[in-house]
């Protein structure tokens, strides 16, 4: 079905422009408003601890090679110099670095986590790239202290999976998306891999098991169009598709399988899984031990398909 979207000056082809050359890169570390209402406060809090990985080095570690190329390929057509972008959970920032990157000098970048400590990663990959069209500061998806129609492009990528309340995350990012503007979501959602492996499928199942317990939506590409519709937007302009992630090099292995084999046995999520009874230490090596087997094999291949979706306010 074709997708009935406005003409607009988001719709043409991202060219490539030099930034600046002194690295200057502003880091806020804002605190997230808060309610005088303990409830709300109460709520929010709740909502900002779904996520279960943390940002321990093996997590920034997987988080670091992705890329607005590989991570957000819906997106980049109708970036060009001179937009004002918002990148919600931006992690150790090389996406938000991308997309500054694409905008240009004359455009800026906003990137937002909801805890502080990716972010003096982000600050410095940005400073090193020459990056300085770009700011990162401490903010609640669930209530973004930015004003209505702020910014052209709202991006997030692999977080609605980890929040309690994606639909309300959704009105946010309508909100402060400027008329016309757009709102770009990728999730992950099917898993397949070679050969098979018990400690890949434990992991799976875990994972899984951790984040449903906590509020959070596991795997949850193939439904965020139906959140958008939930969210405010037409469904008439909202564009779905799919994209993919394939690991199967010996380098590609080496990289996808270790870092999770050491969230395994060190990260914010190998600490709850023991500490709240979903998992023995035990187990969680056994898992790691299935992922470095995984790397191992000289045929070993892991597939990962998510949902993606523009959504035109």
Not at 146 to 173: K, N, S, Y
Not at 280 to 304: N, P
Request: with cysteine; charged share 20%.
């Amino acid at each position: 079905m074709e997708v009935a979207v406005p003409s607009s000056p988001l719709d043409r082809t991202p060219r490539q422009t030099s930034p600046t050359s002194a690295p200057f890169v502003q880091t806020l570390f804002l605190p997230v408003p808060r309610s005088d209402d303990l409830a709300t406060d109460l709520i929010t809090t709740r909502r900002m601890t779904t996520y279960t990985t943390n940002h321990a080095p093996s997590v920034l570690q997987t988080h670091s090679w992705r890329t607005a190329q590989n991570s957000a390929p819906h997106l980049l057509p109708h970036l060009q110099p001179g937009l004002k972008i918002l990148d919600i959970g931006c992690g150790p920032g090389s996406i938000t670095v991308d997309l500054a990157r694409l905008v240009g000098p004359t455009g800026h970048v906003t990137g937002i986590e909801y805890v502080s400590d990716p972010l003096d990663s982000a600050a410095a990959l940005a400073a090193s790239s020459g990056i300085t069209n770009v700011t990162f500061q401490v903010g609640d998806i669930h209530a973004l202290q930015f004003d209505d129609d702020t910014f052209d492009v709202v991006h997030v990528h692999q977080v609605l999976q980890h929040i309690r309340d994606p639909v309300q995350a959704l009105r946010e990012m309508r909100r402060v998306v400027k008329q016309g503007g757009i709102v770009s979501v990728r999730e992950s959602d099917t898993m397949s891999w070679y050969p098979c492996n018990q400690g890949i499928q434990d992991w799976l199942d875990l994972t899984g098991r951790m984040a449903s317990a906590k509020g959070g939506n596991p795997h949850p590409g193939r439904k965020i169009h139906v959140w958008a519709v939930e969210a405010g937007f037409e469904r008439e302009r909202i564009e779905r598709s799919a994209g993919t992630w394939c690991f199967s090099t010996p380098a590609e292995r080496e990289y996808w399988g270790e870092s999770m084999a050491r969230r395994m046995e060190s990260s914010g999520f190998s600490e709850g899984a023991v500490r709240d009874g979903f998992s023995s230490q035990e187990e969680l090596r056994a898992i790691a031990r299935g992922w470095r087997e995984w790397v191992a094999h000289e045929d070993g291949w892991f597939g990962l398909l998510h949902g993606q979706i523009l959504c035109w306010k």
